[in-house]
């Protein structure tokens, strides 16, 4: 096509797109000598799938999209988006109010969160290396629906104790909307309230809470209040600091410390004189008004004497007193605020007026006289000197010490020095001093102390105080059963001044008269005194000026004669002995014992046995019973002897009546029961019910009466039980072969005797086995894989089953229900390849029921279907002809046992070579050539 110069030729052509398919534009321009062709610019590329044709020049940039302005909420995300075209690379500019953003290069500029910064115009310029593209601008509005507190702060005050629900602030904040207009906030108090405020949530004022506001308590409140926006929760709420300042109100009174005084002043102090200050604290939180205090005596100063100076107790009156007067006195003090009203307090104060030692001590008697016998115990009181003082405390009577200052010989007395008491230290003597002439001097507590003093006479009166027998003790020596006045003893006694004497004695059997001459009342007897009697005989002497008395006391021994005139008597009529059949010769029975009050041979007891023809024998001096020859209870258990007692006296005495002697004869437990057997063996169906009788065992003892019982004394597992008079052994509960095949039983058999002999002996228990378990399959496989090319006799699966039975029960044959393509080994159950499995028809998996069956009576059986899933060999491709492949050998194989032989095949071995077999184990070995798998290291089943 030829063009001339300043023409235009517009070359067109069509081609159509699809979806991602790149297309660029080529022109070649020759200059010849005749014709030239513009250059590249003038080409575009006309768009023909919208609904209006779009040209885009093949050099520039085309803005698709510009960015599309709009209204966000603070802390919203925003998203501008520019879209362009161009056949070079572009690169997009954005712009804020014409200033670049830096970095934002990408179709879209992101706002993650809006703030009022970023309020206004965005443009977004496109770029290639060839052109530019300016974009169009958009605008951007943001409102802040964040709450905003009118005030950045808020200060307020409030007088303590306020009522509920008053006023203390009111606080105010707003949120704008989309339309730049306000809306309600919710507000909440955050922090620093301690249930004292409220605030309305609507409104934002702040009241007295539920909590009484207190200034000692607390003085003043920070508060964090915030506000809440509840139609936006994109942007956080606001806090603003409110405090609460607490005004004080006199609502504490002056507290005294401490709560109550005392003092004490001189009776003889002066008018003026200072006792005691009182203090207060006053717990109001402020230093103003509400914590002045003035104080007046509000009670108490009956008699007037005392005024406050300020907070100080001074004297107003004189204080001299005498011990009539109360010592104390007690005052009031109310403490009170001058200024304000409200509460006071009040705190006692007692006040002791203390004594002057102005009086001397005064006795109530000018002299004392007191009479003492001389043979009062020591510490014995004589009498009491009192005296009084006018003064009070201890320069007053209760102050008052006594002391013997003059007069006291030998310190025969001691005086109390509180008391005034006199008693005497040392023992009295009226033959060497009769009188004694005491001084005594009582002294007050005061300081320097006043005294005084008094005398004491004491007389010591002359006391009967001795006397002595010549004798003692006296002795005499008489026959039983004289007649009485029987002159025995001649007793007598004295005193220091040789006075009379009066005898007593306390026998009613003898007599004594006033010359001291002791005789017999009446007969004595010697058996019922043992040979001697004594008694106390007692003279009294008497002294009439003291009216007193001295006695002493002498004892008299009477030795009694004996005459034989009592016959010997058994301490009981009869006597009862139980001894062993094992009793030796010489053996003790038993003793009887008879006496006879008689003294020496009149009493001395001579034992006979009367009755003869037994095996024992009496010793006559002890009548101790022995055996002399050996007993037997089967021979004779029970004896009953006589045997007689008499005295050696002169004639000798016989017992009146005979002692009645029983002797019993018991059995001994000599011999062990001895069972029948020594070993009992039985057999028992192990479907064998409770109750169901297994053995009867037996035992016998030669011992008489001996009361057999047995009982199994271990290998029951409660499984049995025996009977313990028969020793019959019957099932408890039910057994089972499978869980235990026999039982050992220990059977005891004891013996009535305490303590009994016992002897055991052992029980075997077979159970015998009941066709009671089926087969069972472990664990159950559903599927194995084979592949199609396997040859007839491989082995498919072999089951692992188990029959909890015994012999001809657990012996197991198997079956295969009805599929052609596999037989069944009857011995181990191993489904083994019968035809071939690459055939027409066959497909790809085929399904066998191998069925196993016991021998038991009757038999019992199990089955399970096994899928064989059949995999195609193709290739170079090797595959197991068996996969999961089972082996099952016992735990003892040792090493170098073969175990078992997976076979791997490949479709075409003859282009393949020879397959070599490797297995990853330390406990096992495989042939790299033939694939036996051997053992190759010791195993143990209960550990893996």
């Known amino acids: 096509i030829k063009a001339y110069s300043s023409n235009t030729l517009s070359i067109s052509g069509m081609v159509r797109l699809q979806r991602f398919d790149k297309v660029r534009l080529y022109v070649w321009s020759q200059s010849g000598v005749n ?180 200034c000692e308590r607390q003085m003043k409140y920070t508060l964090i209040v915030q506000a809440r926006n509840p139609a ?126 102005d009086n001397a001590p005064i006795f109530l008697q000018p002299s004392y006289t007191f009479d003492v016998l001389e043979t009062v115990k020591v510490n014995t009181r004589v009498g009491q000197v009192k005296a009084r003082d006018n003064d009070c405390g201890t320069n007053g009577t209760s102050g008052i010490k006594y002391s013997i200052t003059s007069g006291n010989i030998n310190s025969a007395f001691k005086i109390d020095p509180k008391w005034g008491v006199l008693r005497t230290v040392n023992t009295l003597d009226h033959h060497t001093t009769p009188v004694y002439t005491l001084t005594i001097t009582g002294a007050d507590g005061g300081n320097p102390p006043m005294t005084n003093t008094t005398t004491v006479t004491i007389n010591a009166v002359d006391v009967a105080k001795t006397c002595v027998f010549f004798l003692n003790p006296y002795t005499a020596q008489t026959v039983e059963n004289l007649p009485a006045g029987v002159t025995i003893a001649n007793v007598a006694a004295t005193d220091r001044d040789h006075d009379p004497a009066n005898y007593t004695l306390t026998d009613p059997r003898f007599d004594v008269d006033d010359q001291g001459l002791v005789v017999t009342t009446g007969p004595l007897d010697r058996d019922t005194t ?189 499984k049995f039980v025996i009977d313990p008079i028969t020793g019959a052994i019957s099932v408890n509960a039910s057994v089972d072969y499978e869980m235990q095949r026999g039982y050992e039983l220990v059977v005891n058999c004891t013996d009535g005797y305490n303590p009994g002999l016992s002897n055991v002996t052992f029980v075997y228990v077979n159970l015998i086995d009941v066709n009671d378990n089926a087969p069972v399959f472990v664990p159950v496989v559903d599927s194995v894989t084979a592949i199609n090319i396997a040859p007839i006799g491989t082995v498919v699966y072999s089951p692992v089953v188990t029959d909890a039975d015994a012999g001809s029960n657990a012996a197991l044959s198997f079956s295969v229900v009805s599929n052609p393509y596999f037989n069944v080994s009857t011995a181990n159950g191993s489904i083994i390849i019968a035809q071939d499995l690459n055939g027409p028809g066959v497909g790809t998996s085929l399904q066998v029921t191998l069925m196993a069956r016991d021998q038991g009576t009757p038999p019992m059986q199990t089955s399970f279907t096994l899928t064989i899933n059949l995999k195609p060999a193709s290739g170079l491709t090797c595959s197991f002809a068996i996969s999961p492949f089972r082996a099952v050998f016992p735990e003892n194989a040792l090493p170098g046992t073969p175990i078992a032989r997976p076979q791997a095949y490949m479709a075409e071995i003859a282009q393949s070579g020879d397959i070599r077999y490797s297995l990853q184990s330390s406990k096992f070995s495989i042939d790299s050539r033939s694939g036996i798998i051997s053992v190759a290291a010791s195993l143990d089943r209960e550990s893996s």
């Not at 249930?195 to 309305?200: H, K």
């Not at 009182?278 to 002045?292: F, L, Q, R």
């Not at 011990?323 to 006071?344: D, H, S």
């Not at 019993?664 to 069972?675: A, E, K």
Request: proline share 5%; net charge positive; charged share 15%.
């Open 232 to 357: 936006s929760n994109k942007c956080p709420p606001t806090n603003v600091t409110v405090t609460v300042n607490i005004l004080d109100v006199n609502d504490r009174p002056p507290i005294f410390v401490p709560t109550s005084y005392s003092g004490q002043v001189g009776e003889d102090a002066v008018i003026g004189t200072t006792i005691l200050s009182v203090t207060t604290t006053d717990s109001d939180c402020s230093n103003g008004p509400t914590k002045k205090v003035a104080f007046v005596i509000s009670g108490g100063n009956k008699n007037n004497l005392f005024a406050l100076k300020s907070n100080t107790v001074v004297t107003r009156a004189s204080l001299k007193r005498t011990c009539f007067r109360p010592i104390t006195e007690i005052l009031w003090v109310k403490a009170y605020n001058p200024v304000l009203a409200g509460a006071n307090k009040t705190a006692k104060i007692t006040v002791s007026i203390l004594d002057t030692n």
């Open 530 to 718: 043992n040979g001697q009697t004594s008694f106390t005989v007692t003279a009294h002497m008497y002294k009439a000026e003291s009216n007193t008395t001295a006695s002493c006391t002498a004892t008299v021994i009477v030795y009694i004669d004996d005459v034989n005139d009592n016959s010997p008597q058994f301490t009981k009529p009869t006597y009862a002995f139980s001894v062993p059949e094992t009793l030796p010769i010489g053996g003790n029975v038993g003793q009887v014992t008879a006496t006879d009050i008689d003294f020496g041979l009149n009493g001395t007891v001579s034992y006979t046995l009367v009755t003869g023809g037994t095996p024992f024998s009496v010793q006559d001096s002890t009548g101790l019973i022995e055996t002399k020859s050996m007993l037997d209870y089967r021979t004779q258990s029970r004896y009953n002897l006589k045997i007689q007692a008499m005295d050696l006296g002169t004639p000798p005495r016989f017992s009146p009546t005979e002692a009645t002697v029983t002797i019993n004869v018991w059995n001994v437990n000599l011999h062990y029961p001895q069972f029948s057997q020594l070993i009992y063996t039985a057999y028992l169906m192990e479907n064998a019910v409770k109750g169901t009788n297994v053995v009867n065992i037996s035992a016998s003892d030669l011992d008489a009466g001996s009361g057999l019982k047995y009982r199994i004394m271990h290998g029951s597992d409660g």
């Open 35 to 214: 014709w030239v062709v513009d250059a590249e610019s003038s080409l575009s590329i006309v768009f023909m799938g919208g609904s209006e044709p779009t040209r885009c020049p093949l050099t520039g940039v085309t803005i698709l999209q510009h960015p599309q302005g709009g209204s966000v909420a603070a802390c919203d995300r925003f998203t501008f988006t520019s879209l362009a075209s161009s056949l070079y690379d572009i690169t997009y500019k954005w712009y804020f109010n014409n200033r670049l953003i830096v970095g934002a290069n990408m179709s879209q500029y992101n706002i993650t969160s809006a703030t009022l910064a970023n309020k206004g115009w965005y443009r977004c310029d496109v770029v290639s290396n060839k052109d530019t593209a300016r974009g169009a601008s958009a605008y951007l509005d943001v409102w802040n629906p964040q709450p905003k507190f009118t005030k950045t702060s808020y200060t307020s005050k409030v007088f303590e104790r306020v009522a509920k629900g008053t006023k203390v602030i009111q606080v105010s904040a707003r949120a704008e909307t989309s339309a730049h207009k306000y809306q309600p906030v919710k507000y909440y108090i955050m922090q620093g309230n301690d249930n004292s405020f409220a605030i309305n949530m609507t409104t934002g004022a702040i009241t007295r809470g539920n909590r009484n506001i207190d």
